[in-house]
């Protein structure tokens, strides 16, 4: 139904207004079970979205962290690599 909701915290650049939205539609269709609601469900679903988005938002500006920033492109690259280690055939 989804693809997984990745990690926005501790990324150099920030996560974008982008990548918040999307993360938020993701858990919006993942518990309410549906990839795009009815027009009767459609206010309500995008009003969850907006506000799980705003609420994100917060969140990651207010999250404190002494580790240094993630590279997106070096934590790509690990993710294929972990994919391919994983749906290697043998």
Avoid: W
């Avoid at 990690?7 to 518990?31: C, G, M, S, W």
Wanted: hydrophobic share 40%; with cysteine; glycine share 2%.
């Amino acid at each position: 139904m989804c693809r997984n909701i990745h990690t926005l915290h501790n990324f150099e650049p920030a996560a974008t207004d982008d990548e918040v939205e999307a993360a938020a539609l993701q858990y919006i269709r993942k518990i309410s079970g549906s990839t795009k609601p009815s027009q009767a469900n459609a206010e309500a679903f995008d009003r969850a979205v907006a506000e799980i988005a705003h609420i994100t938002r917060h969140l990651l500006e207010d999250l404190v962290t002494t580790a240094p920033p993630k590279d997106r492109e070096v934590e790509a690259q690990k993710a294929k690599e972990r994919s391919a280690k994983r749906f290697a055939t043998a």
